[in-house]
């Protein structure tokens, strides 16, 4: 089971920085935290993850909290492409390798 | 890099009959593949989780005679539905496991008449 909690929709201008949170609470030492984005009809498309220290590439931002309870993924000058369902994931660990739980997303839309 | 290809992007099938959907890494190796599927405007949920040479693990309430995963190499995995219904009706997204990432395919969106 997913185990995220994200705000189900949000709005960010065009231009603006847009600010995604997660919850993962229970998340354990050694989990990663993972971002995709999804796009309508498809697949899945790797952000950025990290575990312990903030992150950046060349889509995005991750700030990770020092309890590791929470982050938040930053774009950072959204564009009109960018509208899509964002998923934070905690990437769970188990003895014939990791899985991806994906929790509810958080639909953004960036808007002109 | 880490390109995955999904086919059949679509397809539409009688009820009863069974679909397969073939999932290949295009430009790596991965042993960990996964199998989800997505209801229109739900989220991803994990069908099953596939070791390549091993039989898949599959998720509670997932069933496994119904949805056969053969994982036949370090760059190809399928997904046979088996004797479609209407309720098999949803998208359908494949992934590899590399290291401690995770690349998923176009997705294949599947209609059972």
């Known amino acids: 089971d997913a185990k995220t909690t994200q705000p189900p929709s949000m709005d960010c201008a065009e231009g603006r920085a847009a600010n995604l949170p997660c919850n993962h609470s229970?998340?354990?030492?050694?989990?990663?935290v993972y971002w995709y984005r999804q796009i309508h009809s498809q697949g899945p498309q790797y952000i950025i993850h990290?575990?312990?220290n903030n992150e950046t590439n060349e889509m995005a931002s991750l700030i990770i909290t020092e309890d590791r309870k929470s982050s938040t993924l930053i774009l950072p000058h959204a564009t009109l492409r960018d509208t899509a369902v964002y998923y934070c994931?905690?990437?769970?660990?188990?003895?014939?390798?990791?899985?991806?739980?994906f929790g509810t997303g958080t639909s953004l839309t960036v808007i002109p | 890099g880490a390109v995955v290809s999904q086919h059949p992007s679509w397809v539409i099938c009688k009820s009863g009959t069974s679909v397969k959907i073939e999932c290949r890494s295009l430009?790596?190796?991965?042993?960990?593949m996964f199998w989800y599927r997505q209801f229109p405007k739900q989220s991803l949920m994990l069908m099953a989780t596939?070791?390549?040479?091993?039989?898949?693990?599959?998720e509670q309430g997932v069933e496994k005679d119904k949805f056969l995963i053969n994982h036949a190499s370090l760059t190809l995995s399928t997904l046979t539905v088996t004797s479609a219904h209407p309720e098999d009706s949803s998208f359908y997204i494949c992934?590899?496991?590399?290291?401690?990432?995770?690349?998923f395919g176009q997705g294949t969106r599947l209609t059972v008449v």
């Open positions: 994931i905690v990437r769970v660990a188990i003895r014939t390798g990791n899985q991806f739980y």
């Open positions: 229970t998340i354990s030492g050694n989990e990663y």
């Open positions: 990290g575990l312990k």
């Open positions: 430009d790596f190796q991965a042993t960990t």
């Open positions: 596939s070791n390549e040479g091993s039989k898949a693990t599959y």
């Open positions: 992934g590899w496991g590399r290291n401690t990432e995770a690349f």
